[in-house]
């Protein structure tokens, strides 16, 4: 059985992996929203999941808001429930994509009345982190155009940025604004805020806190996100991941599922670049669950999320430096297969019994009779906010 050593565990153990509110409500496609059974009402029941999660594998320390999906009246009562349950409140993310006024545009729109109401919308939002003692506003923009000639785009730019700064000014000294990036989706033809590099041009110029969060389904067919990991490391502004996985668009599966060579890919840069355990480097998961069950879905994405990160820690650094260096193209290639192929499983599951957490999390999950319970006691459970 391969061992993992000291210096490797204690970076695992440092490991904590931000969980969404609304992979535990129901979700679905254009098609259809199938129901499961058990799915919380409420945020209260969302966090009350999610600290299952964190129970079986110490990996879930927190959990992230969607608002307006997650609006309550009183946010100290839900930040002492999710404390009770030994569990966070975390990165707060704004929602400006269900609104009819945003039909055209939200912080980009040229109707000053909307973009004023988009941009309160994000001050609502800062409004709450100060309550829920979040740190991370998320900023994710479903703006763009499905024809060319619809909009000016230049203009658009311009106004995000003016938009931005608006809600750049209202955060707190110890909070951060992240801007996420997608190609595509709603918007078919342009989209305001497509790839990193606009991300990284929007946030630059507004100041050090604010950062780019890359989500692993927001890109193109064979983009070397990996790459993109290590620019953003490199240049200080990898502020988060949404980690998820995609066979086609924004498929929205469980990280590591349809492709775990990506996912090692991405956490060996992760490890180079100083972002491992690093608290700028916020790890998130964005995903949907819409016909396995919440809870063991969220288990066996942290899970994965894991044991990636242990492959990556075992790539043998001087090793793979000498082949470089040697130009043994070769050489340097096997030294990071040899790490991508070891089955760290094993180890793992020692070392979780080591810490008085159960060898197989799914296993214990599935055991405790949670499931049941919550499918007998919950009824009418609320949709993750599409289509609600
Ligand atoms: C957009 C996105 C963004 C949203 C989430 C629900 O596709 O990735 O992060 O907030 O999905
Ligand atoms: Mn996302
Ligand atoms: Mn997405």
């Not at 970076?11 to 098609?31: C, D, H, K, M, Y």
């Not at 240049?235 to 492709?259: C, E, H, Q």
């Not at 242990?310 to 001087?318: E, H, I, K, P, S």
Request: proline share 4%; aromatic share 10%.
């Amino acid at each position: 059985m391969t061992t993992l050593s000291p210096e490797i565990l204690t970076q695992l153990e440092g490991q904590g992996i931000e969980l969404p509110s609304w992979a535990f409500g129901n979700s679905g496609t254009r098609f259809r929203v199938f129901a499961t059974p058990g799915t919380p009402r409420d945020p209260f029941e969302k966090i009350a999941d999610a600290a299952q999660v964190n129970r079986y594998t110490a990996l879930a320390p927190s959990v992230a808001l969607h608002i307006p999906w997650d609006k309550v009246d009183d946010y100290a009562t839900l930040r002492r429930h999710a404390e009770d349950l030994g569990v966070e409140l975390g990165t707060v993310n704004s929602n400006t994509f269900q609104d009819e006024d945003y039909k055209f545009g939200a912080l980009t729109h040229h109707d000053e009345r909307i973009r004023r109401k988009a941009i309160d919308h994000h001050l609502e939002c800062i409004d709450i982190m100060d309550a829920t003692g979040s740190r991370d506003l998320k900023i994710w923009l479903a703006e763009g155009s499905n024809y060319p000639g619809q909009n000016d785009m230049r203009g658009r730019q311009d106004r995000l940025q003016d938009s931005l700064q608006q809600i750049y000014a209202r955060l707190g000294e110890e909070q951060r604004l992240v801007l996420e990036y997608k190609f595509f989706e709603p918007a078919f033809y342009h989209t305001d805020v497509p790839d990193w590099g606009t991300s990284y041009a929007q946030v630059a110029s507004l100041g050090d806190k604010a950062m780019v969060c890359l989500d692993t389904g927001h890109h193109a067919p064979g983009t070397n996100i990996e790459f993109i990991v290590m620019q953003l490391l490199r240049l200080g502004k990898l502020g988060s991941f949404d980690f998820n996985s995609r066979f086609y668009a924004d498929d929205d599966l469980i990280v590591g599922s349809a492709d775990p060579f990506q996912l090692f890919r991405i956490l060996t840069e992760v490890v180079r670049g100083g972002g491992l355990n690093n608290p700028d480097v916020a790890f998130m998961l964005d995903q949907c669950h819409n016909i396995e069950d919440k809870i063991p879905g969220q288990i066996r994405s942290v899970l994965n999320v894991q044991e990636m990160t242990a492959r990556a820690l075992l790539v043998d650094r001087d090793a793979l430096t000498a082949a470089q260096t040697a130009n043994d193209v070769l050489g340097a290639n096997a030294v990071l297969m040899d790490a991508f192929y070891t089955d760290v499983r094993p180890a793992l599951a020692e070392w979780r019994e080591s810490r008085d957490l159960p060898a197989d999390p799914m296993a214990a999950y599935a055991a405790s009779g949670y499931q049941q319970t919550i499918a007998d006691d919950r009824v009418g459970g609320t949709q993750a906010g599409w289509g609600a």
